[in-house]
């Protein structure tokens, strides 16, 4: 599936995730396997409670499986410590959220800068990089302003701005749209497409078939498992309109 | 991220929650104000007695009538037995008896209301010798102090003190005026310089009295025995008080034919006297501060318990630092800094109303209060320790938290 020879980026096998609550346990995903080359677009579709968050902070290294292994750019992630992970949070991965997380009390600005001054960048240097990444999501003009004094779409774009701040290789997005109206899903979108064009891997989590439609390819995932059924069309339409 | 990073951070969030964080501050604040105040009665109330000590004069032995008790305590008040008297203090200025005794000077004391013109005023009248003056130190702001021969003849004549002048006399000068005590007529001839003690009882003011000599006052009371409230023995230096103290104690011991365990007089120094007076207000202290330490100690454990408390309502807030890069021992730092930040806060604040407590408290109360530097930097330095004691805990949870429940908490 992958366009090109690249390397391997995400690898999981057997995959599982049961959470425990009380006396239920919910088996969350159920045996994934998923090899994602480096430079994809994917999008994995499903309805609401089929796994695509656990998903999502599994691939993020928020969490870790129940069982199978996980192997991030050839690492096994099982292996790491706390630090390290945060350490490749930080560097490899950028995060965006369907309810953007960005702290209130800071102004745009600083919500972008915050993954650099976790990864020991300060000064002029760290205004500079995150004034450029606002740029590039076209919000420089909103750099004092607080998440409050922002729209949604507004605000979504400083979280994309945040997540591609440190350049990380990995972009991974949990119903970025899924709080937005269709214009700002389209701006958002839009700013997806131009990171994927810049080389970045892309792993999108929706419901929404239009917006999965964007990625190369398409992931379907139902009941904690994942079928490419259906994916192989999508994903030839994404590639045909982009071509 | 650095430290100054963290500490902009826990300076913001302990900004953006002003009334919780003052609420937690407030034990750390009332604890501090009270140690800083406690200790500044305590030093207070010690300068006030060195100074009332130091101005009885230097290298002073005081006699007095009774027996000591035990340790270091002098039993007794003025006059308590009459076993001290005026042939004593003869024996004591005997060169041949005490040659390291340079001066002597008994003292009686009554409380006795004194009259000029239609003025009434309750004083203390001090019968004594003409060494008094030299031996108490004391210098005198208008006319003289009595001579040998008014002591001899037991001349109606007396040297008043500031206070007393100024409450009898309120104009004009006092010198050459009289006043009449107990129905006897006295001549005013000197007044005193103030003594420069501080103290708020006028029993014992040395600032109110009229010295008259001891003849006289012996007329006053008219009785006609020789004891004496006190002696005052000065010794030739300070390297001599000791042998003086060794001096006075064999010739009255000798005179007066008895054994040192049952001596029916004692003698103290101005630093046994000292410590005496220090000992029960260090009591006194410790007790006060003891109080204080328990407030400070349920003020930092309200630190810790708004620290949880916050710690859980900023599980998201945690959780996306997470996501984003940091690291536990970021996350760590950054709740035991707002804690530290939060401890000496609350200290500076407590030491600036503990200072300004120390201002205004003694014109209320009528003690002075000292500014210790030392309790102070002390007090901050509990706070923080209070701070970073108490943030530990929830620091460390903050820590563990894990970046997904973290994040999953809507
Ligand atoms: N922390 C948790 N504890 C217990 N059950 C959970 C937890 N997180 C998710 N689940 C359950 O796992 C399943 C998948 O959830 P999720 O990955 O959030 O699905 P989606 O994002 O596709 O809606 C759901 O049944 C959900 O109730
Ligand atoms: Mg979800």
């Known amino acids: ?243 | 991220m650095n430290w100054l990073e963290t500490l902009r951070t826990a300076a913001d969030a302990v900004r953006s929650h002003r009334m919780r964080s003052l609420l937690t501050m407030l034990g750390i604040v009332i604890g501090i104000s009270s140690v800083v105040l406690t200790v500044g009665l305590g030093l207070g109330a010690q300068d006030k007695v060195r100074s009332q000590i130091d101005a009885l004069g230097s290298n002073l032995l005081i006699v007095s009538p009774g027996s000591s008790t035990g340790t270091g305590g002098v039993r007794g008040g003025f006059g308590s037995a009459a076993t001290l008297t005026l042939a004593d203090a003869n024996t004591l200025a005997n060169s041949a008896v005490a040659p390291d005794v340079s001066r002597v000077a008994p003292t009686t004391s009554t409380s006795t209301s004194l009259t000029a013109g239609t003025t009434n005023w309750t004083s203390r009248i001090v019968g004594t010798t003409t060494n008094w003056q030299q031996v108490r130190a004391r210098t005198l702001t208008a006319g003289r102090f009595f001579t040998a021969n008014e002591l001899a003849d037991g001349a109606d004549v007396t040297v008043l003190g500031a206070d007393t002048a100024s409450e009898l006399f309120s104009r004009g000068n006092p010198v050459g005026q009289t006043i009449t005590a107990d129905g006897t007529t006295l001549t005013v001839i000197g007044v005193l310089a103030e003594s420069g003690a501080t103290s708020s009882s006028s029993s014992t003011s040395e600032d109110d009295l009229a010295v008259v000599p001891i003849t006289t006052a012996q007329q006053l009371s008219g009785s006609t025995s020789n004891a004496v409230a006190s002696v005052y023995v000065e010794a030739k230096s300070a390297d001599l008080l000791s042998a003086a103290y060794q001096e006075v104690d064999a010739a009255l011991l000798t005179s007066h034919d008895v054994s040192s365990a049952s001596a029916d007089f004692s003698i103290a120094t101005q630093d046994a006297l000292l410590a005496t007076a220090n000992s029960t207000n260090k009591t006194m202290t410790i007790l006060l501060a003891g109080v204080a330490a328990i407030s400070l100690l349920v003020g930092g454990i309200g630190v810790m318990n708004i620290m949880l408390v916050s710690v859980t309502e900023r599980v998201r807030e945690i959780g996306l630092r997470k996501a984003l890069g940091a690291t536990p021992s970021a996350i760590r730092r950054q709740f035991l800094i707002e804690a530290s930040l939060l401890g000496i806060i609350g200290g500076l604040i407590g030491a600036a109303i503990g200072v300004v407590g120390a201002l205004v408290l003694p014109s209320m109360i009528n003690q002075p209060v000292s500014i210790s530097g030392l309790a102070i930097l002390a007090a901050l330095g509990v706070s923080l320790g209070l701070g970073v004691g108490f943030g530990v805990y929830p620091a460390s949870r903050a820590a563990r938290l894990t970046p997904i429940d973290a994040l999953r908490s809507d």
């Open chain 1, 1 to 243: 599936m992958s366009t090109s020879g690249t390397r391997t980026i995400i690898e999981l096998a057997g995959v599982r995730k049961t959470y425990a609550t009380g006396a239920a346990a919910v088996e969350a995903l159920r045996g994934i396997d998923v090899r994602i080359e480096e430079g994809e677009y994917v999008a994995i579709i499903g309805p609401s409670g089929s796994g695509k968050s656990t998903l999502m902070h599994i691939l993020g290294c928020l969490d870790v499986p129940t069982e199978g292994t996980y192997e991030l750019a050839g690492r096994d992630v099982s292996d790491l410590a706390e630090a390290e992970l945060a350490h490749i949070r930080n560097r490899e991965i950028g995060f965006v959220f369907q309810q953007f997380n960005l702290l209130p009390d800071m102004t745009a600005l600083r919500n972008v800068a915050l993954p650099l001054a976790y990864a020991g960048v300060y000064g002029a240097e760290r205004e500079e990089r995150a004034r450029h990444a606002l740029d590039r999501v076209g919000l420089s003009d909103r750099a004092d302003h607080r998440p409050g004094e922002l729209s949604g779409g507004q605000q979504q774009r400083v979280a994309v701005a945040r997540a591609l701040v440190t350049e990380p290789s990995m972009i991974l997005a949990d119903e970025p749209t899924g709080n937005l109206d269709s214009v700002s899903s389209a701006d958002v979108l839009a700013l997806f497409r131009e990171l994927h064009d810049a080389g970045r891997t892309i792993v999108l989590i929706t419901h929404e078939n239009d917006v999965a439609a964007e990625a190369d390819r398409v992931l379907t995932i139902r009941d904690g498992r994942i079928t490419e059924r259906a994916a192989d069309d999508a994903a030839t339409k994404a590639k045909v309109g982009t071509l």
